[in-house]
């Protein structure tokens, strides 16, 4: 198995074999949260527009996400799992825009085959690749935006590229190396309110959950949905 680590929107496009996208500040910790609350499915798309037309069209019952770390006007949710952790959403489907995670899925065209990536089922991802079996697999850290590098999506895909070659991390350490850099100040911001404290503990809960979450496109939308999987030792 061969294992690469790209970054950012262009490497979401360069990506190849089964890819890994990954958000874990915060959109693919929210998606995680929300399967874990009973979410149905989730549809990710890359714009504003997209997700209000699904939602009106009655394909989605709650539209998620942000521009800018915001939630848009007309959206039912931010893109924080510390919200999508307290509403009823048992058997709901969700359209999904963010800035950095649903758009590096959207551009990974050459993907055989996509998940998402967090630090809250990194293991479980870890042994959903192993399942797999594939040649290639590409971990792409989609940082802030998608455009500038952030700490815990490329330590999130240093973490799962050593699992996947059998080497044990300490998630407290992954978990303190996140904790000191800038990427969490804004969430200890009172003038940032959007930025719940409370999503930094669920984002840096690391391996909470045992599922993976597959992404597959039907009748032209790219659909999340858990797959369960054995966590042991690697």
């Known amino acids: 198995m061969e294992i690469i680590i790209r970054s950012l929107v262009q490497g979401a496009k360069e990506a190849e074999g089964l890819v890994i996208i990954i958000d874990v500040f915060r959109a693919f910790t929210t998606a995680a949260v929300a ?25 989605a019952d709650l539209a998620v996400g942000e521009v800018a770390g915001i939630k848009p006007k007309g959206f039912d949710l ?14 709901k489907t969700i359209v999904q825009r963010t800035s950095a995670g649903t758009r590096g899925v959207t551009e990974a065209s050459q993907a055989t085959k996509t998940l998402l990536g967090s630090l809250i089922i990194a293991d ?9 079996k594939p040649d290639l697999v590409t971990l792409v850290a ?7 590098r952030t700490d815990e999506d490329e330590l999130c895909a ?12 300490d998630p407290n350490l992954i978990r303190s190396l996140i904790l000191g850099s800038d990427q969490v100040l804004k969430y200890a911001d009172p003038e940032m309110p959007h930025f719940h404290p409370e ?28 797959t369960k999987t054995q966590i042991s030792n690697i």
Do not use: C, H
């Open 35 to 59: 399967f874990s609350n009973g979410a149905d499915k989730i549809i990710l798309v890359a714009s504003v527009n997209e997700a209000l037309a699904l939602r009106k069209s009655g394909i």
């Open 142 to 148: 989609m940082g802030g935006d998608g455009v500038i």
């Open 199 to 226: 999503d930094i503990e669920l984002a840096l809960d690391i391996n909470n959950l045992d599922f993976a979450i597959s992404v597959e496109k039907k009748q032209g939308l790219l659909i999340a949905q858990p």
């Open 158 to 169: 240093i973490y799962m590229k050593n699992r996947l070659e059998g080497r044990r991390i």
């Open 124 to 132: 479980a991802t870890v042994q959903q690749i192993w399942r797999e």
């Open 78 to 91: 931010g893109n924080s799992p510390f919200e999508i952790a307290n509403i009823d959403i048992q058997g």
